[in-house]
T-cell receptor, first 114, second 113 residues
């Protein structure tokens, strides 16, 4: 199993630009999560999906953030327009079933907005 | 709502010694689960150990074990025979049946020779 795959690993962009982060969950997993990690706030849950349907997006900081999951094997997190305070590591994670089951994390995308 | 508190920002242990990382939590869920994750410098989040709250027996995974005190809402991680590869950030996390996890702020563990 290839694990959760995120791309890109690093992203540097200028303020105001659109940023799209991508995630491929583990095949067969029915839950997908987007987390953001910063020094100040730690790991924050942004949004999660069950069977491709968004369940809880209360952690999405602003309307500039949006997430989609068009199918079971792909999800995107988009920031438009980006701001320097969005700089963080963004993790995608997937899990199988309720419980909760352990989360399997991708390697994260380090986003730097200048 | 769930909160997870790790009161030790940094800990240090000598190789081959034992160290305990603290975690307390608060939850309104009657059925919940607790986890410890490790994040080495590579940034990958790795599951270390899991505990179901309905189980009284403390979970153990090789050199890693937990001390789960349900009444006190405490969930500490004990690492025995510490190795250089154990150096990392350790995160405690709590989750209910809704599947999402709430994480603590982490404890950075240094392992010295």
């Amino acid at each position: 199993d290839a694990g959760v795959i995120q791309s890109p690993r690093h992203e540097v962009t200028e303020m105001g630009q659109e940023v799209t982060l991508r995630c491929k969950p583990i095949s067969g997993h029915d839950y997908l999560f987007w987390y953001r990690q910063t020094m100040m706030r730690g790991l924050e849950l942004l949004i999660y999906f069950n069977n491709n349907v968004p369940i809880d997006d209360s952690g999405m900081p602003e309307d500039r953030f949006s997430a989609k999951m068009p199918n079971a094997s792909f999800s995107t997190l988009k920031i438009q327009p980006s701001e320097p305070r969005d700089s963080a590591v963004y993790f995608c994670a997937s899990s199988l079933g309720q419980g909760p089951s352990p989360l399997h994390f991708g390697n994260g995308t380090r986003l730097t907005v200048t | 709502a769930q909160t997870v508190t790790q009161s030790q920002p940094e800990m240090s242990v000598q190789e081959a010694e034992t160290v305990t990382l603290s975690c307390t939590y608060d939850t309104s869920e009657s059925d919940y689960y607790l986890f410890w994750y490790k994040q080495p410098p590579s940034r990958q989040m790795i599951l270390v150990i899991r505990q179901e709250a309905y189980k009284q027996q403390n979970a153990t995974e090789n050199r890693f074990s937990v001390n789960f005190q349900k009444a006190a809402k405490s969930f500490s991680l004990k690492i025995s025979d510490s190795q250089l590869g154990d150096a990392a950030m350790y995160f405690c996390a709590s989750g209910g049946t809704a599947s999402k996890l709430t994480f603590g702020t982490g404890t950075r563990l240094q392992v010295t020779l």
